[in-house]
């Protein structure tokens, strides 16, 4: 196939963001693991040259296997640039070809092809003058969390003092990923809603239902925020976005980025 | 190529000819930059536009008078999903293009909500692409760009506009919206062109 190893690296990603070779494939040696939730875990590689990217960036993945085949994926960046390293957190799809590999079966030391990062429209890096003072929303559906978390440890690092709003949908507490994060984020004044959709754990205050017009508003001025961005998979997208929308965002404020029902493992 | 230790081939990956790095999906995944328009076909129009000042334009009614053809094909998005045998109904980009008069080469599709994709205008003509206004033999949803779409099944599918509205003729190529955040500038499936530069 041609997705062999250019010969050249592109240093001019034109209108991206990031300096260096995005089309690159790089050999990716995994360094690191933990346990996000019950069926997703993240993966810590260490990649050299990487050319660093942006939180909200993604990368495409290739595995190939000892006769050849090989299956590529994209997975959202899931820690802010650290030098070498990257990072994906990745939520099991049983019937999935790749997740179900990068989930259970690699273990430290073992390698794959990553290249990017990729994207430069879902990407919220602190003190972007068009979000000025804020405030940002972040509205993540299950996995979709992962690039918001990413943004909300860059926004951490940075000391930015933009007012931030996540608001996280998941069906049930198995399937909370970053949860010790998310409570120390809260602590240091992040305004975190988890919208538990069908079972909800104990002493949670809010009821299992979907997302809804209270969870996006803001309290108390009614403002909007600047600039929102939404991930999850594509029904939850759409949802979240009518909601935006009968909440009088415009779409200028807006962006997605949406998996699909199937095929995006 | 990096040798993944443990990792094989899936036993029930069908045997089909794909473009080099895409999956099969049977599911139709949604992927927009933005939220999704929602235009009624009241309001719908659809302007080509040349560098003589000439604009052509179409109301809904105006299109559905003109000759729609099935379109039955694979498609292929950049972010690895293939699906194939997909079936829409639509009218070519030839007809649209009868009376149009322009010596340029390039074209930028507009749609609404304000994302943009270019192309060059071979790719658009002698039977290679159509607004398409029906899927599976029924409207076209919001979702997937309804009430029409540009549909250019031959390259990613990030060149097939979802609720389009335009067409300007451009003497010089520029990038649209993706095409100019690193994706490739045109996009051809078979050739992996994924990214600027592949």
Known sequence: MKSGTPVTEDNDQRGGPTRGSTRLWRKGTLIGLHSQSQHSRTLDLKVPGWPGHRPGQHIDVRLTAPDGYSAQRSYSLAAPVDGNSVSITVDLVPSGEVSPYLYAVMEICDELDIRGPIGGWFVWEPGEPEIGDGPVMLIAGGSGVVPLVTMLRAWRQTGDQTPVILAYSLRGPDDLMYGRELNELRAVGVDIRLIYTRTVPDAHRRVAGRLGLDDIAIPATGQRAERVYVCGPAGFVDHATALLCAAGYPDAAIRTERFGPSGAD | ?198
């Open chain 2, 1 to 198: 190529m990096t040798i993944s230790r443990g990792f094989s081939r899936r036993a029930e990956t069908p045997a089909v000819d794909l473009p080099p790095g895409q999956h099969l999906t049977t599911g139709f995944p949604v992927l927009t930059a933005g939220a999704t328009q929602s235009v009624s076909t009241e309001k719908w129009r659809f302007t080509v536009t040349a560098e003589t000042g000439q604009a052509l334009q179409w109301t809904w009614p105006q299109m559905m008078d003109l000759p729609a053809e099935t379109i039955d094909v694979d498609i292929h998005c950049v972010t690895q999903w293939s699906k194939l045998d997909t079936s829409w109904r639509g009218v070519s980009l030839d007809t649209f293009f009868t009376d149009v008069e322009t010596g340029f080469d390039y074209v930028m599709v507009h749609s609404y909500g304000g994302y943009s994709t270019n192309l060059p205008l071979v790719d658009l003509l002698d039977g290679k692409a159509w607004i398409a206004y029906e899927y599976d033999g029924a409207p076209l949803s919001a979702e997937h760009g309804g009430p029409a779409r540009l549909l250019v099944p031959h390259l990613y599918f990030w060149k097939s506009a979802k609720w389009v509205t335009g067409i300007t003729m451009q003497q010089f190529d520029e990038p649209g919206f993706w095409e100019g955040f690193g994706y490739h500038n045109y996009g051809d499936p078979w050739r992996e062109e994924r990214y600027a530069g592949d």
